[in-house]
């Protein structure tokens, strides 16, 4: 199956810091990413889409400038916590959909990097 | 609005007995339903999915899930639990042209020996 990767798997960063994680589909090019975000025991929330070439698509609630999304390639869309605090300490998931397909794709997720603010 | 719920927080199961997950939905449109598997600090893994077609769909690891229209449901269901099935599973559903999921808040299944 379709597979992708995230790095770090985690990270522990100093409050004030920015942190970057990177999304990668291995073994398909992706034409849309999705980062959520999940803590702990409660379900994942979407935090932003992102289109390769185009800006990202955030939700409701979610601050573009802290949480800052690129998506250059079909294979890599990267999200940057900026001035991180401990708040934003969570684990962050990414998903891609394989580009292509029709409406009947499949989301495949990444393992997830945990991010600790100090 | 598109929506989903889970209405357990654990369900607990004997090792070879069968066992079931709910879900249930809400969607203006036709729904495309998903279950995924969520082993301890790992991300998702996709079990199966319900765009269209036959309401009994089969997926990995011996799990199937039947999408009823009527009763808005799509309750995941396997013969013969093991105890390594004990994990978190997730419900999730997307309403098109939309591509984002929505998930539930997640059920605990727990196996035991």
């Known amino acids: 199956g379709a597979v992708v990767s995230q790095h770090p798997s985690w990270v522990i960063c100093k409050s004030g810091t920015s942190v970057k994680i990177e999304c990668r589909s291995l073994d398909f090019q992706a034409t849309t990413m999705f980062w959520y975000r999940q803590f702990p025991k409660q379900s994942l929330m979407l935090m932003a889409t992102?289109?390769?070439?185009?800006?990202?698509?955030?939700e409701q609630g979610v601050e573009k400038d802290k949480f800052l999304i690129n998506h250059a390639s079909l294979t890599l869309s990267t999200l940057t916590v900026t001035s991180a605090h401990p708040e934003d300490s969570s684990f962050y998931i990414c998903?891609?959909?394989?580009?292509?397909?029709?409406?009947?794709?499949?989301?495949?997720f990444g393992p997830g990097t945990r991010l600790t603010v100090l | 609005a598109q929506s989903v719920a889970q209405p357990e927080d654990q369900v607990n199961v004997a090792e070879g007995n069968p066992l079931t997950v709910k879900c249930t939905y809400s969607?203006?449109?036709?729904?495309?339903l998903f279950w995924y598997v969520q082993y301890p600090n790992r991300g998702l893994q996709f079990l199966l999915k319900?765009?269209?077609?036959?309401?009994l769909v089969k997926g990995s690891y011996g799990f199937e899930a039947e999408f009823n229209k009527s009763q808005t449901s799509f309750h995941l269901k396997k013969p013969s639990a093991l105890v390594s099935d004990s994990a978190l599973y997730f419900c999730a559903v997307r309403e098109p042209p939309g591509y984002a999921l929505n998930f539930g808040k997640g059920t605990s299944l727990l196996v035991t020996p």
């Open positions: 969607v203006s449109g036709n729904p495309y």
């Open positions: 319900y765009i269209t077609g036959d309401n």
């Open positions: 998903s891609a959909r394989e580009a292509g397909t029709s409406g009947l794709d499949t989301q495949y």
């Open positions: 992102s289109n390769e070439g185009s800006k990202a698509t955030y």
